[in-house]
């Protein structure tokens, strides 16, 4: 049982994460100009892997 809900949560997420790539941004209206466009990705992802290691680390004690 456990197993099969693993499972399901492995797929649905992989469908939510591959349904989110293929959207597409609005471009913004030719009388304005375009934000400065900046990735938010690098940071999150290390506080991200920070916050878990900190998890597994209480988590053991």
């Known amino acids: 049982m456990k197993r099969k809900s693993i499972n399901f ?19 913004p209206a030719p009388n304005q100009r375009p934000g400065p466009g900046l990735p938010i990705d690098g940071g ?4 991200l892997v920070a916050g878990a290691a900190y998890g597994i ?3 053991r004690k």
Do not use: D, M
């Open 44 to 47: 999150v992802v290390v506080l």
């Open 57 to 59: 680390k209480k988590l």
């Open 9 to 27: 949560l492995l797929i649905a997420l992989f469908l939510l994460i591959s349904n989110s790539g293929f959207s597409q941004i609005v471009p």
